[in-house]
């Protein structure tokens, strides 16, 4: 079987927001006519271009043709997505970016979206925020976050209106990266907040303020903030709903999967008329896709033929690693970061950073 060249490390320092320093290794190296230092004469753009070529030149490298193995193939392709999205920053956006990752049914890969494209992110050196809004508490697992009884979470900051702040904790594996954790107090807060004022918008109220009071401080706001949803459409998840400006669906591929669809886009939409106007489903991901399946396959092109401006054009594999990644605390971009799942994440998360949020009432 053929194997892939050995690829040498692109990883930027840690923090590593723009391209110029991405590159600072390609640019030191560049000759210049005067002898300054190359760094102050290259352009962001020319050290970014040269970087790209040197990128090609590897991905170009690796074997590619009919007469690899099917194995042989997917190591090579891994290997040349290794090449192209390893090492590279992923631009801020122009202001604060709040995302409620929602579907009705349960299984099709919500909170192991949200920790992983967030974690991406945060690797890029983002400020990203999670609020764990799933009473199960399963991406305050995966980010390794501490989430038992005695802790203040999200709980305490929708019923006792404690500030976000006060319970954001930070990812140990990931710097950049933090989360209101979900307590087992969390399942209850469905039936305390009916009887309260203005139930549907408290999350939204302690969003705002806390990115209200980081301004007025003169501190960065975050540049992503990801609310994990159960599956079910109570008042948690329609509390996340009035948060964000955008909906991330990601959508099993199989057939149960599109069912609920529906209905949850109806739910939407009411959401929009009613209490949240900016709200927009921005983007959807494929997951747990196998190629080996004609099913898979059936699913994708029809999801891809009703919403093609939002389906996402990565694809989530079905991945060992991805599943082992929560048993020890941690997302699989920390866990296995050249698995298929992990690249797979990783591309999901620089496509979605390349969408621009759309304009809004709140912008």
């Given amino acids: 079987m053929a194997s892939a060249p050995a690829v040498p490390p692109t990883d930027p320092a840690p923090g590593t927001r723009d391209t110029a320093a991405a590159a600072a290794p390609l640019a030191s190296a560049a000759p210049t006519a005067d002898g300054d230092d190359p760094a102050a004469v290259l352009t962001a753009a020319e050290i970014a271009g040269e970087e790209d070529a040197r990128r090609a030149e590897l991905a170009g490298s690796l074997p590619d043709g009919d007469d690899l193995t099917p194995l042989a193939r997917e190591v090579a392709e891994d290997a040349r997505r290794r090449i192209e999205l390893h090492g590279r920053p992923i631009a801020a956006p122009p202001r604060t970016r709040v995302l409620t990752v929602a579907n009705q049914k349960g299984g099709v890969g919500k909170t192991t979206t949200t920790v992983n494209v967030a974690a991406a992110l945060a690797q890029a050196g983002l400020r990203v925020v999670v609020l764990d809004s799933d009473p199960q508490g399963n991406a305050s697992t995966a980010l390794g976050v501490e989430h038992h009884s005695d802790v203040v979470g999200l709980y305490d900051v929708l019923v006792d209106e404690v500030p976000l702040e006060d319970v954001l904790q930070p990812c140990p594996d990931v710097p950049g990266l933090l989360c209101a954790p979900a307590t087992i107090d969390l399942a209850g807060a469905e039936i305390e907040l009916v009887s309260m004022v203005a139930r549907e918008t408290r999350l939204r109220s302690a969003v705002q303020g806390y990115l209200d009071r980081l301004r007025a401080a003169g501190e960065p706001a975050p540049d992503y903030v990801f609310v994990d949803c159960p599956p079910s459409l109570g008042l948690l998840t329609l509390n996340a709903f009035v948060c964000a400006e955008e909906v991330l669906i990601p959508i099993q591929c199989e057939y149960y999967a599109l069912e609920g ?103």
Avoid: C, W
């Fill in 261 to 363: 669809l529906s209905q949850l886009l109806k739910n939407i939409s009411m959401i929009t008329r009613h209490l949240n106007p900016g709200l927009h489903v921005s983007s959807i991901l494929l997951t747990m896709y196998d190629a080996r399946t004609r099913l898979a396959a059936q699913v994708a092109e029809e999801v891809r033929e009703h919403f093609p401006e939002q389906v996402l054009g990565t694809t989530v594999p079905r991945s060992v690693r991805v599943s082992e990644a929560p048993s020890y605390g941690q997302t699989v971009m920390t866990y296995d970061p050249g698995s298929s799942g992990a690249l797979s994440y990783l591309a999901a998360a620089r496509e979605l950073a390349e969408r621009l949020p759309r304009a809004s009432a709140r912008a």
